[in-house]
């Protein structure tokens, strides 16, 4: 069999069965593959930042690789940005680029690109095959890197591809991640019964399952306050869970919320650090005098180290939470942040998953949303955006039968609106919330906080209503039911709607 089959075939046994894809010329013998070898799903994307995106939204939920396929150095380059927010997340991913053959390469021909260099900017494992023979290998050494977790980039020259001589490789096994040393457990302790202020600040894995149930039951035991990154790769959040406070993105708030704190653990989570510097200098949001230790890295084994903790404090998972208040009903009349927030929390249906890229007007969703129905809540996570509408669509694939909510900010969502057109052909129930205020809100605000005085270019550069752009036109064009909504009256109607129609469905919400 040719390279391109015997790869696919190994993907499939390492259990890679979705590809998002906008594939080319040199990745045809890929594609041709898709129709000899069961078990894959391959997914088109109509711009390589909804696959990579998509890839990235897949690999949260599901906890396993979904595959790209891109299109040489221009296509990777394009799907760049979502997987920036992907390496951030932790993401599983592998990446297929296809290359101009070996013998074609050296004639320099328009596509030819320096493919592993942009490759590695955003991958933990970067690897071109060379021969058809090695093909297979090299993709199964993709999949175990991917699920370390990782991005995995395999860049596939086409003659690799359509050469004969290949067969599937034997998917390779999964190390399990490394215990926290013994140390870290007794440090975090005498912390604990040191007294005073501890939080412990959730990343990753702390914020899903058991673990998050014994970082809850901790709290409730020794009364240390939970907080979780500000950007949040994924959190199972709601009723019956523990709630626990997000660092705020807003430096002057995360300041705030970290005044009192006396010291810090780190569980799978990075030490807070502001997106931009102000004039002032300042990186971190950490009062004077904070002492900071790691119990677990994001590449230990979190949950393990939380159990062990939580036996040497005399606690156990049981101690959990109560259920907590339920929400107070849908609001009504204008259309405001706490508004906005208020008829989430009520209406969201169960089990949902929350996509949120809302930036400046969903800044306040968060924190009313511990009172809505279990549901994971994910976010953007490396500051590019454009990623939440593929985030969905991929969320989506991973989940069927979950209904997935997308809050998006109007010109984060001209990124990639493309995802619509793949919600629609693949029949995936996402709601799309369009925080529609025509304008790069956020930008405004930075303005201000670095103390650039907008004038009227600057007011010109920021703003998008010259022309106003009309989303329910275009979320029908791409096939995708559309309505404007501008009242809290006439979303909840809408919303209710959506939830029970299946298919994409959007909502644009003045704002």
Same mark, same amino acid.
């Given at each position: 069999? #040719?390279?391109?089959?015997?790869? !696919?075939?190994?993907?499939? +046994?390492?259990?890679?069965?979705?590809?998002? @894809?906008?594939?080319?010329?040199?990745?045809?013998?890929?594609?041709?593959?898709?129709?000899?070898?069961?078990?894959?799903?391959?997914?088109?994307? !109509?711009?390589?930042?909804?696959?990579?995106?998509? +890839?990235?939204?897949?690999?949260?939920?599901?906890?396993?690789?979904?595959?790209?396929?891109?299109?040489?150095?221009?296509?990777?380059? #394009?799907?760049?940005? #979502?997987?920036?927010?992907?390496?951030?997340?932790?993401?599983?991913?592998?990446?297929?680029?296809?290359?101009?053959?070996?013998?074609?390469?050296?004639?320099?021909?328009?596509?030819?690109?320096?493919?592993?260099?942009?490759?590695?900017?955003?991958?933990?494992? &970067?690897?071109?095959?060379?021969?058809?023979?090695?093909?297979?290998?090299? @993709?199964? @050494?993709?999949?175990?890197?991917?699920?370390?977790?990782?991005?995995?980039? *395999?860049?596939?020259?086409?003659?690799?591809?359509?050469?004969?001589?290949?067969?599937?490789?034997?998917?390779?096994?999964?190390?399990?991640?490394?215990?926290?040393?013994?140390?870290?457990?007794?440090?975090?302790?005498?912390?604990?019964?040191?007294?005073?202020? &501890?939080?412990?600040?959730?990343?990753?894995?702390?914020?899903? /399952?058991?673990?998050?149930?014994?970082?809850?039951?901790?709290? $409730?035991?020794?009364?240390?306050?939970?907080?979780?990154?500000?950007?949040?790769?994924?959190?199972?959040?709601?009723?019956?869970?523990?709630? %626990?406070?997000?660092?705020?993105?807003?430096?002057?708030?995360?300041?705030?919320?970290?005044?009192?704190?006396?010291?810090?653990?780190?569980?799978?989570?990075?030490?807070?650090?502001?997106?931009?510097?102000?004039?002032?200098?300042?990186?971190?949001?950490?009062?004077?005098?904070?002492?900071?230790?790691?119990?677990?890295?994001?590449?230990?084994?979190?949950?393990?180290?939380?159990?062990?903790?939580?036996?040497?404090?005399?606690?156990?998972?049981?101690?959990?939470?109560?259920?907590?208040?339920?929400?107070? /009903?849908?609001?009504?009349?204008? %259309?405001?942040?706490?508004?906005?927030?208020?008829?989430?929390?009520?209406?969201?249906?169960?089990?949902?998953?929350?996509?949120?890229?809302?930036?400046?007007?969903?800044?306040?969703?968060?924190?009313?949303?511990?009172?809505?129905?279990?549901?994971?809540?994910?976010?953007?996570? @490396?500051?590019?955006?454009?990623?939440?509408?593929?985030?969905?669509?991929?969320?989506?694939?991973?989940?069927?039968?979950?209904? $997935?909510?997308?809050?998006?900010?109007?010109?984060?969502?001209?990124? &990639?609106?493309?995802? !619509?057109?793949?919600?629609?052909?693949?029949?995936?129930?996402?709601?799309?919330?369009? =925080?529609?205020?025509?304008?790069?809100?956020?930008? =405004?605000?930075?303005?201000?906080?670095?103390?650039?005085?907008?004038?009227?270019?600057?007011?010109?550069? *920021?703003?998008?209503?010259?022309?106003?752009?009309?989303?329910?036109?275009?979320?029908?064009?791409?096939?995708?039911?559309?309505?404007?909504?501008?009242?809290?009256?006439?979303? #909840? +109607?809408?919303?209710?709607?959506?939830?029970?129609?299946?298919?994409?469905?959007?909502?644009? !919400?003045?704002?």
């Amino acid at each position: 069999m #040719n390279g391109a089959e015997a790869l !696919l075939r190994t993907l499939c +046994a390492a259990g890679v069965d979705t590809c998002f @894809g906008n594939p080319g010329t040199s990745e045809m013998h890929f594609v041709a593959a898709l129709d000899r070898v069961q078990g894959m799903r391959a997914v088109l994307a !109509l711009a390589e930042g909804v696959a990579t995106g998509a +890839a990235d939204g897949y690999g949260r939920i599901a906890r396993r690789p979904a595959a790209t396929l891109l299109h040489c150095g221009p296509g990777l380059a #394009n799907g760049l940005a #979502n997987l920036h927010n992907a390496r951030r997340a932790r993401s599983p991913i592998v990446n297929l680029i296809g290359d101009l053959s070996h013998s074609h390469k050296p004639a320099d021909p328009p596509l030819a690109a320096d493919i592993e260099a942009l490759a590695r900017t955003v991958s933990s494992w &970067t690897r071109t095959t060379l021969d058809a023979h090695s093909v297979a290998a090299d @993709g199964a @050494g993709a999949v175990a890197a991917a699920m370390a977790p990782g991005i995995a980039s *395999l860049i596939l020259p086409s003659d690799v591809c359509w050469s004969d001589g290949a067969h599937p490789a034997v998917p390779r096994p999964v190390a399990a991640p490394a215990s926290v040393e013994d140390g870290a457990i007794v440090r975090a302790a005498d912390w604990i019964r040191h007294g005073g202020t &501890t939080v412990l600040l959730l990343g990753g894995d702390a914020l899903l /399952g058991p673990s998050l149930r014994l970082a809850g039951a901790i709290a $409730v035991r020794t009364g240390v306050r939970l907080m979780a990154e500000s950007s949040i790769a994924r959190m199972e959040r709601g009723r019956g869970r523990p709630d %626990v406070q997000r660092v705020p993105y807003a430096p002057g708030a995360a300041v705030q919320a970290l005044s009192t704190a006396q010291r810090m653990l780190l569980v799978g989570a990075r030490r807070p650090v502001f997106s931009f510097a102000g004039p002032d200098g300042r990186s971190r949001p950490e009062p004077p005098g904070l002492q900071t230790a790691v119990l677990a890295g994001p590449e230990e084994n979190v949950q393990d180290a939380l159990a062990r903790l939580a036996e040497d404090l005399g606690c156990g998972a049981s101690a959990s939470p109560e259920a907590g208040e339920s929400p107070v /009903g849908a609001a009504a009349g204008e %259309v405001t942040p706490r508004a906005f927030a208020q008829s989430l929390a009520a209406l969201l249906p169960e089990e949902s998953i929350v996509v949120d890229e809302g930036v400046t007007f969903g800044r306040d969703v968060y924190a009313q949303m511990g009172r809505a129905a279990p549901h994971d809540w994910m976010q953007l996570t @490396g500051g590019a955006i454009g990623s939440g509408m593929p985030m969905a669509t991929g969320a989506s694939i991973a989940a069927p039968g979950r209904r $997935v909510v997308n809050l998006e900010a109007d010109g984060s969502a001209l990124y &990639t609106a493309q995802a !619509l057109w793949t919600q629609a052909r693949e029949r995936l129930d996402v709601t799309t919330v369009i =925080f529609s205020n025509r304008r790069y809100a956020i930008l =405004f605000d930075e303005m201000k906080r670095v103390g650039a005085l907008p004038g009227e270019g600057a007011h010109t550069l *920021l703003t998008l209503d010259q022309p106003a752009i009309d989303w329910v036109r275009i979320a029908e064009g791409f096939g995708a039911q559309a309505e404007r909504a501008d009242s809290m009256e006439a979303f #909840n +109607a809408a919303f209710a709607r959506s939830v029970r129609t299946p298919g994409p469905y959007l909502i644009e !919400l003045m704002i």
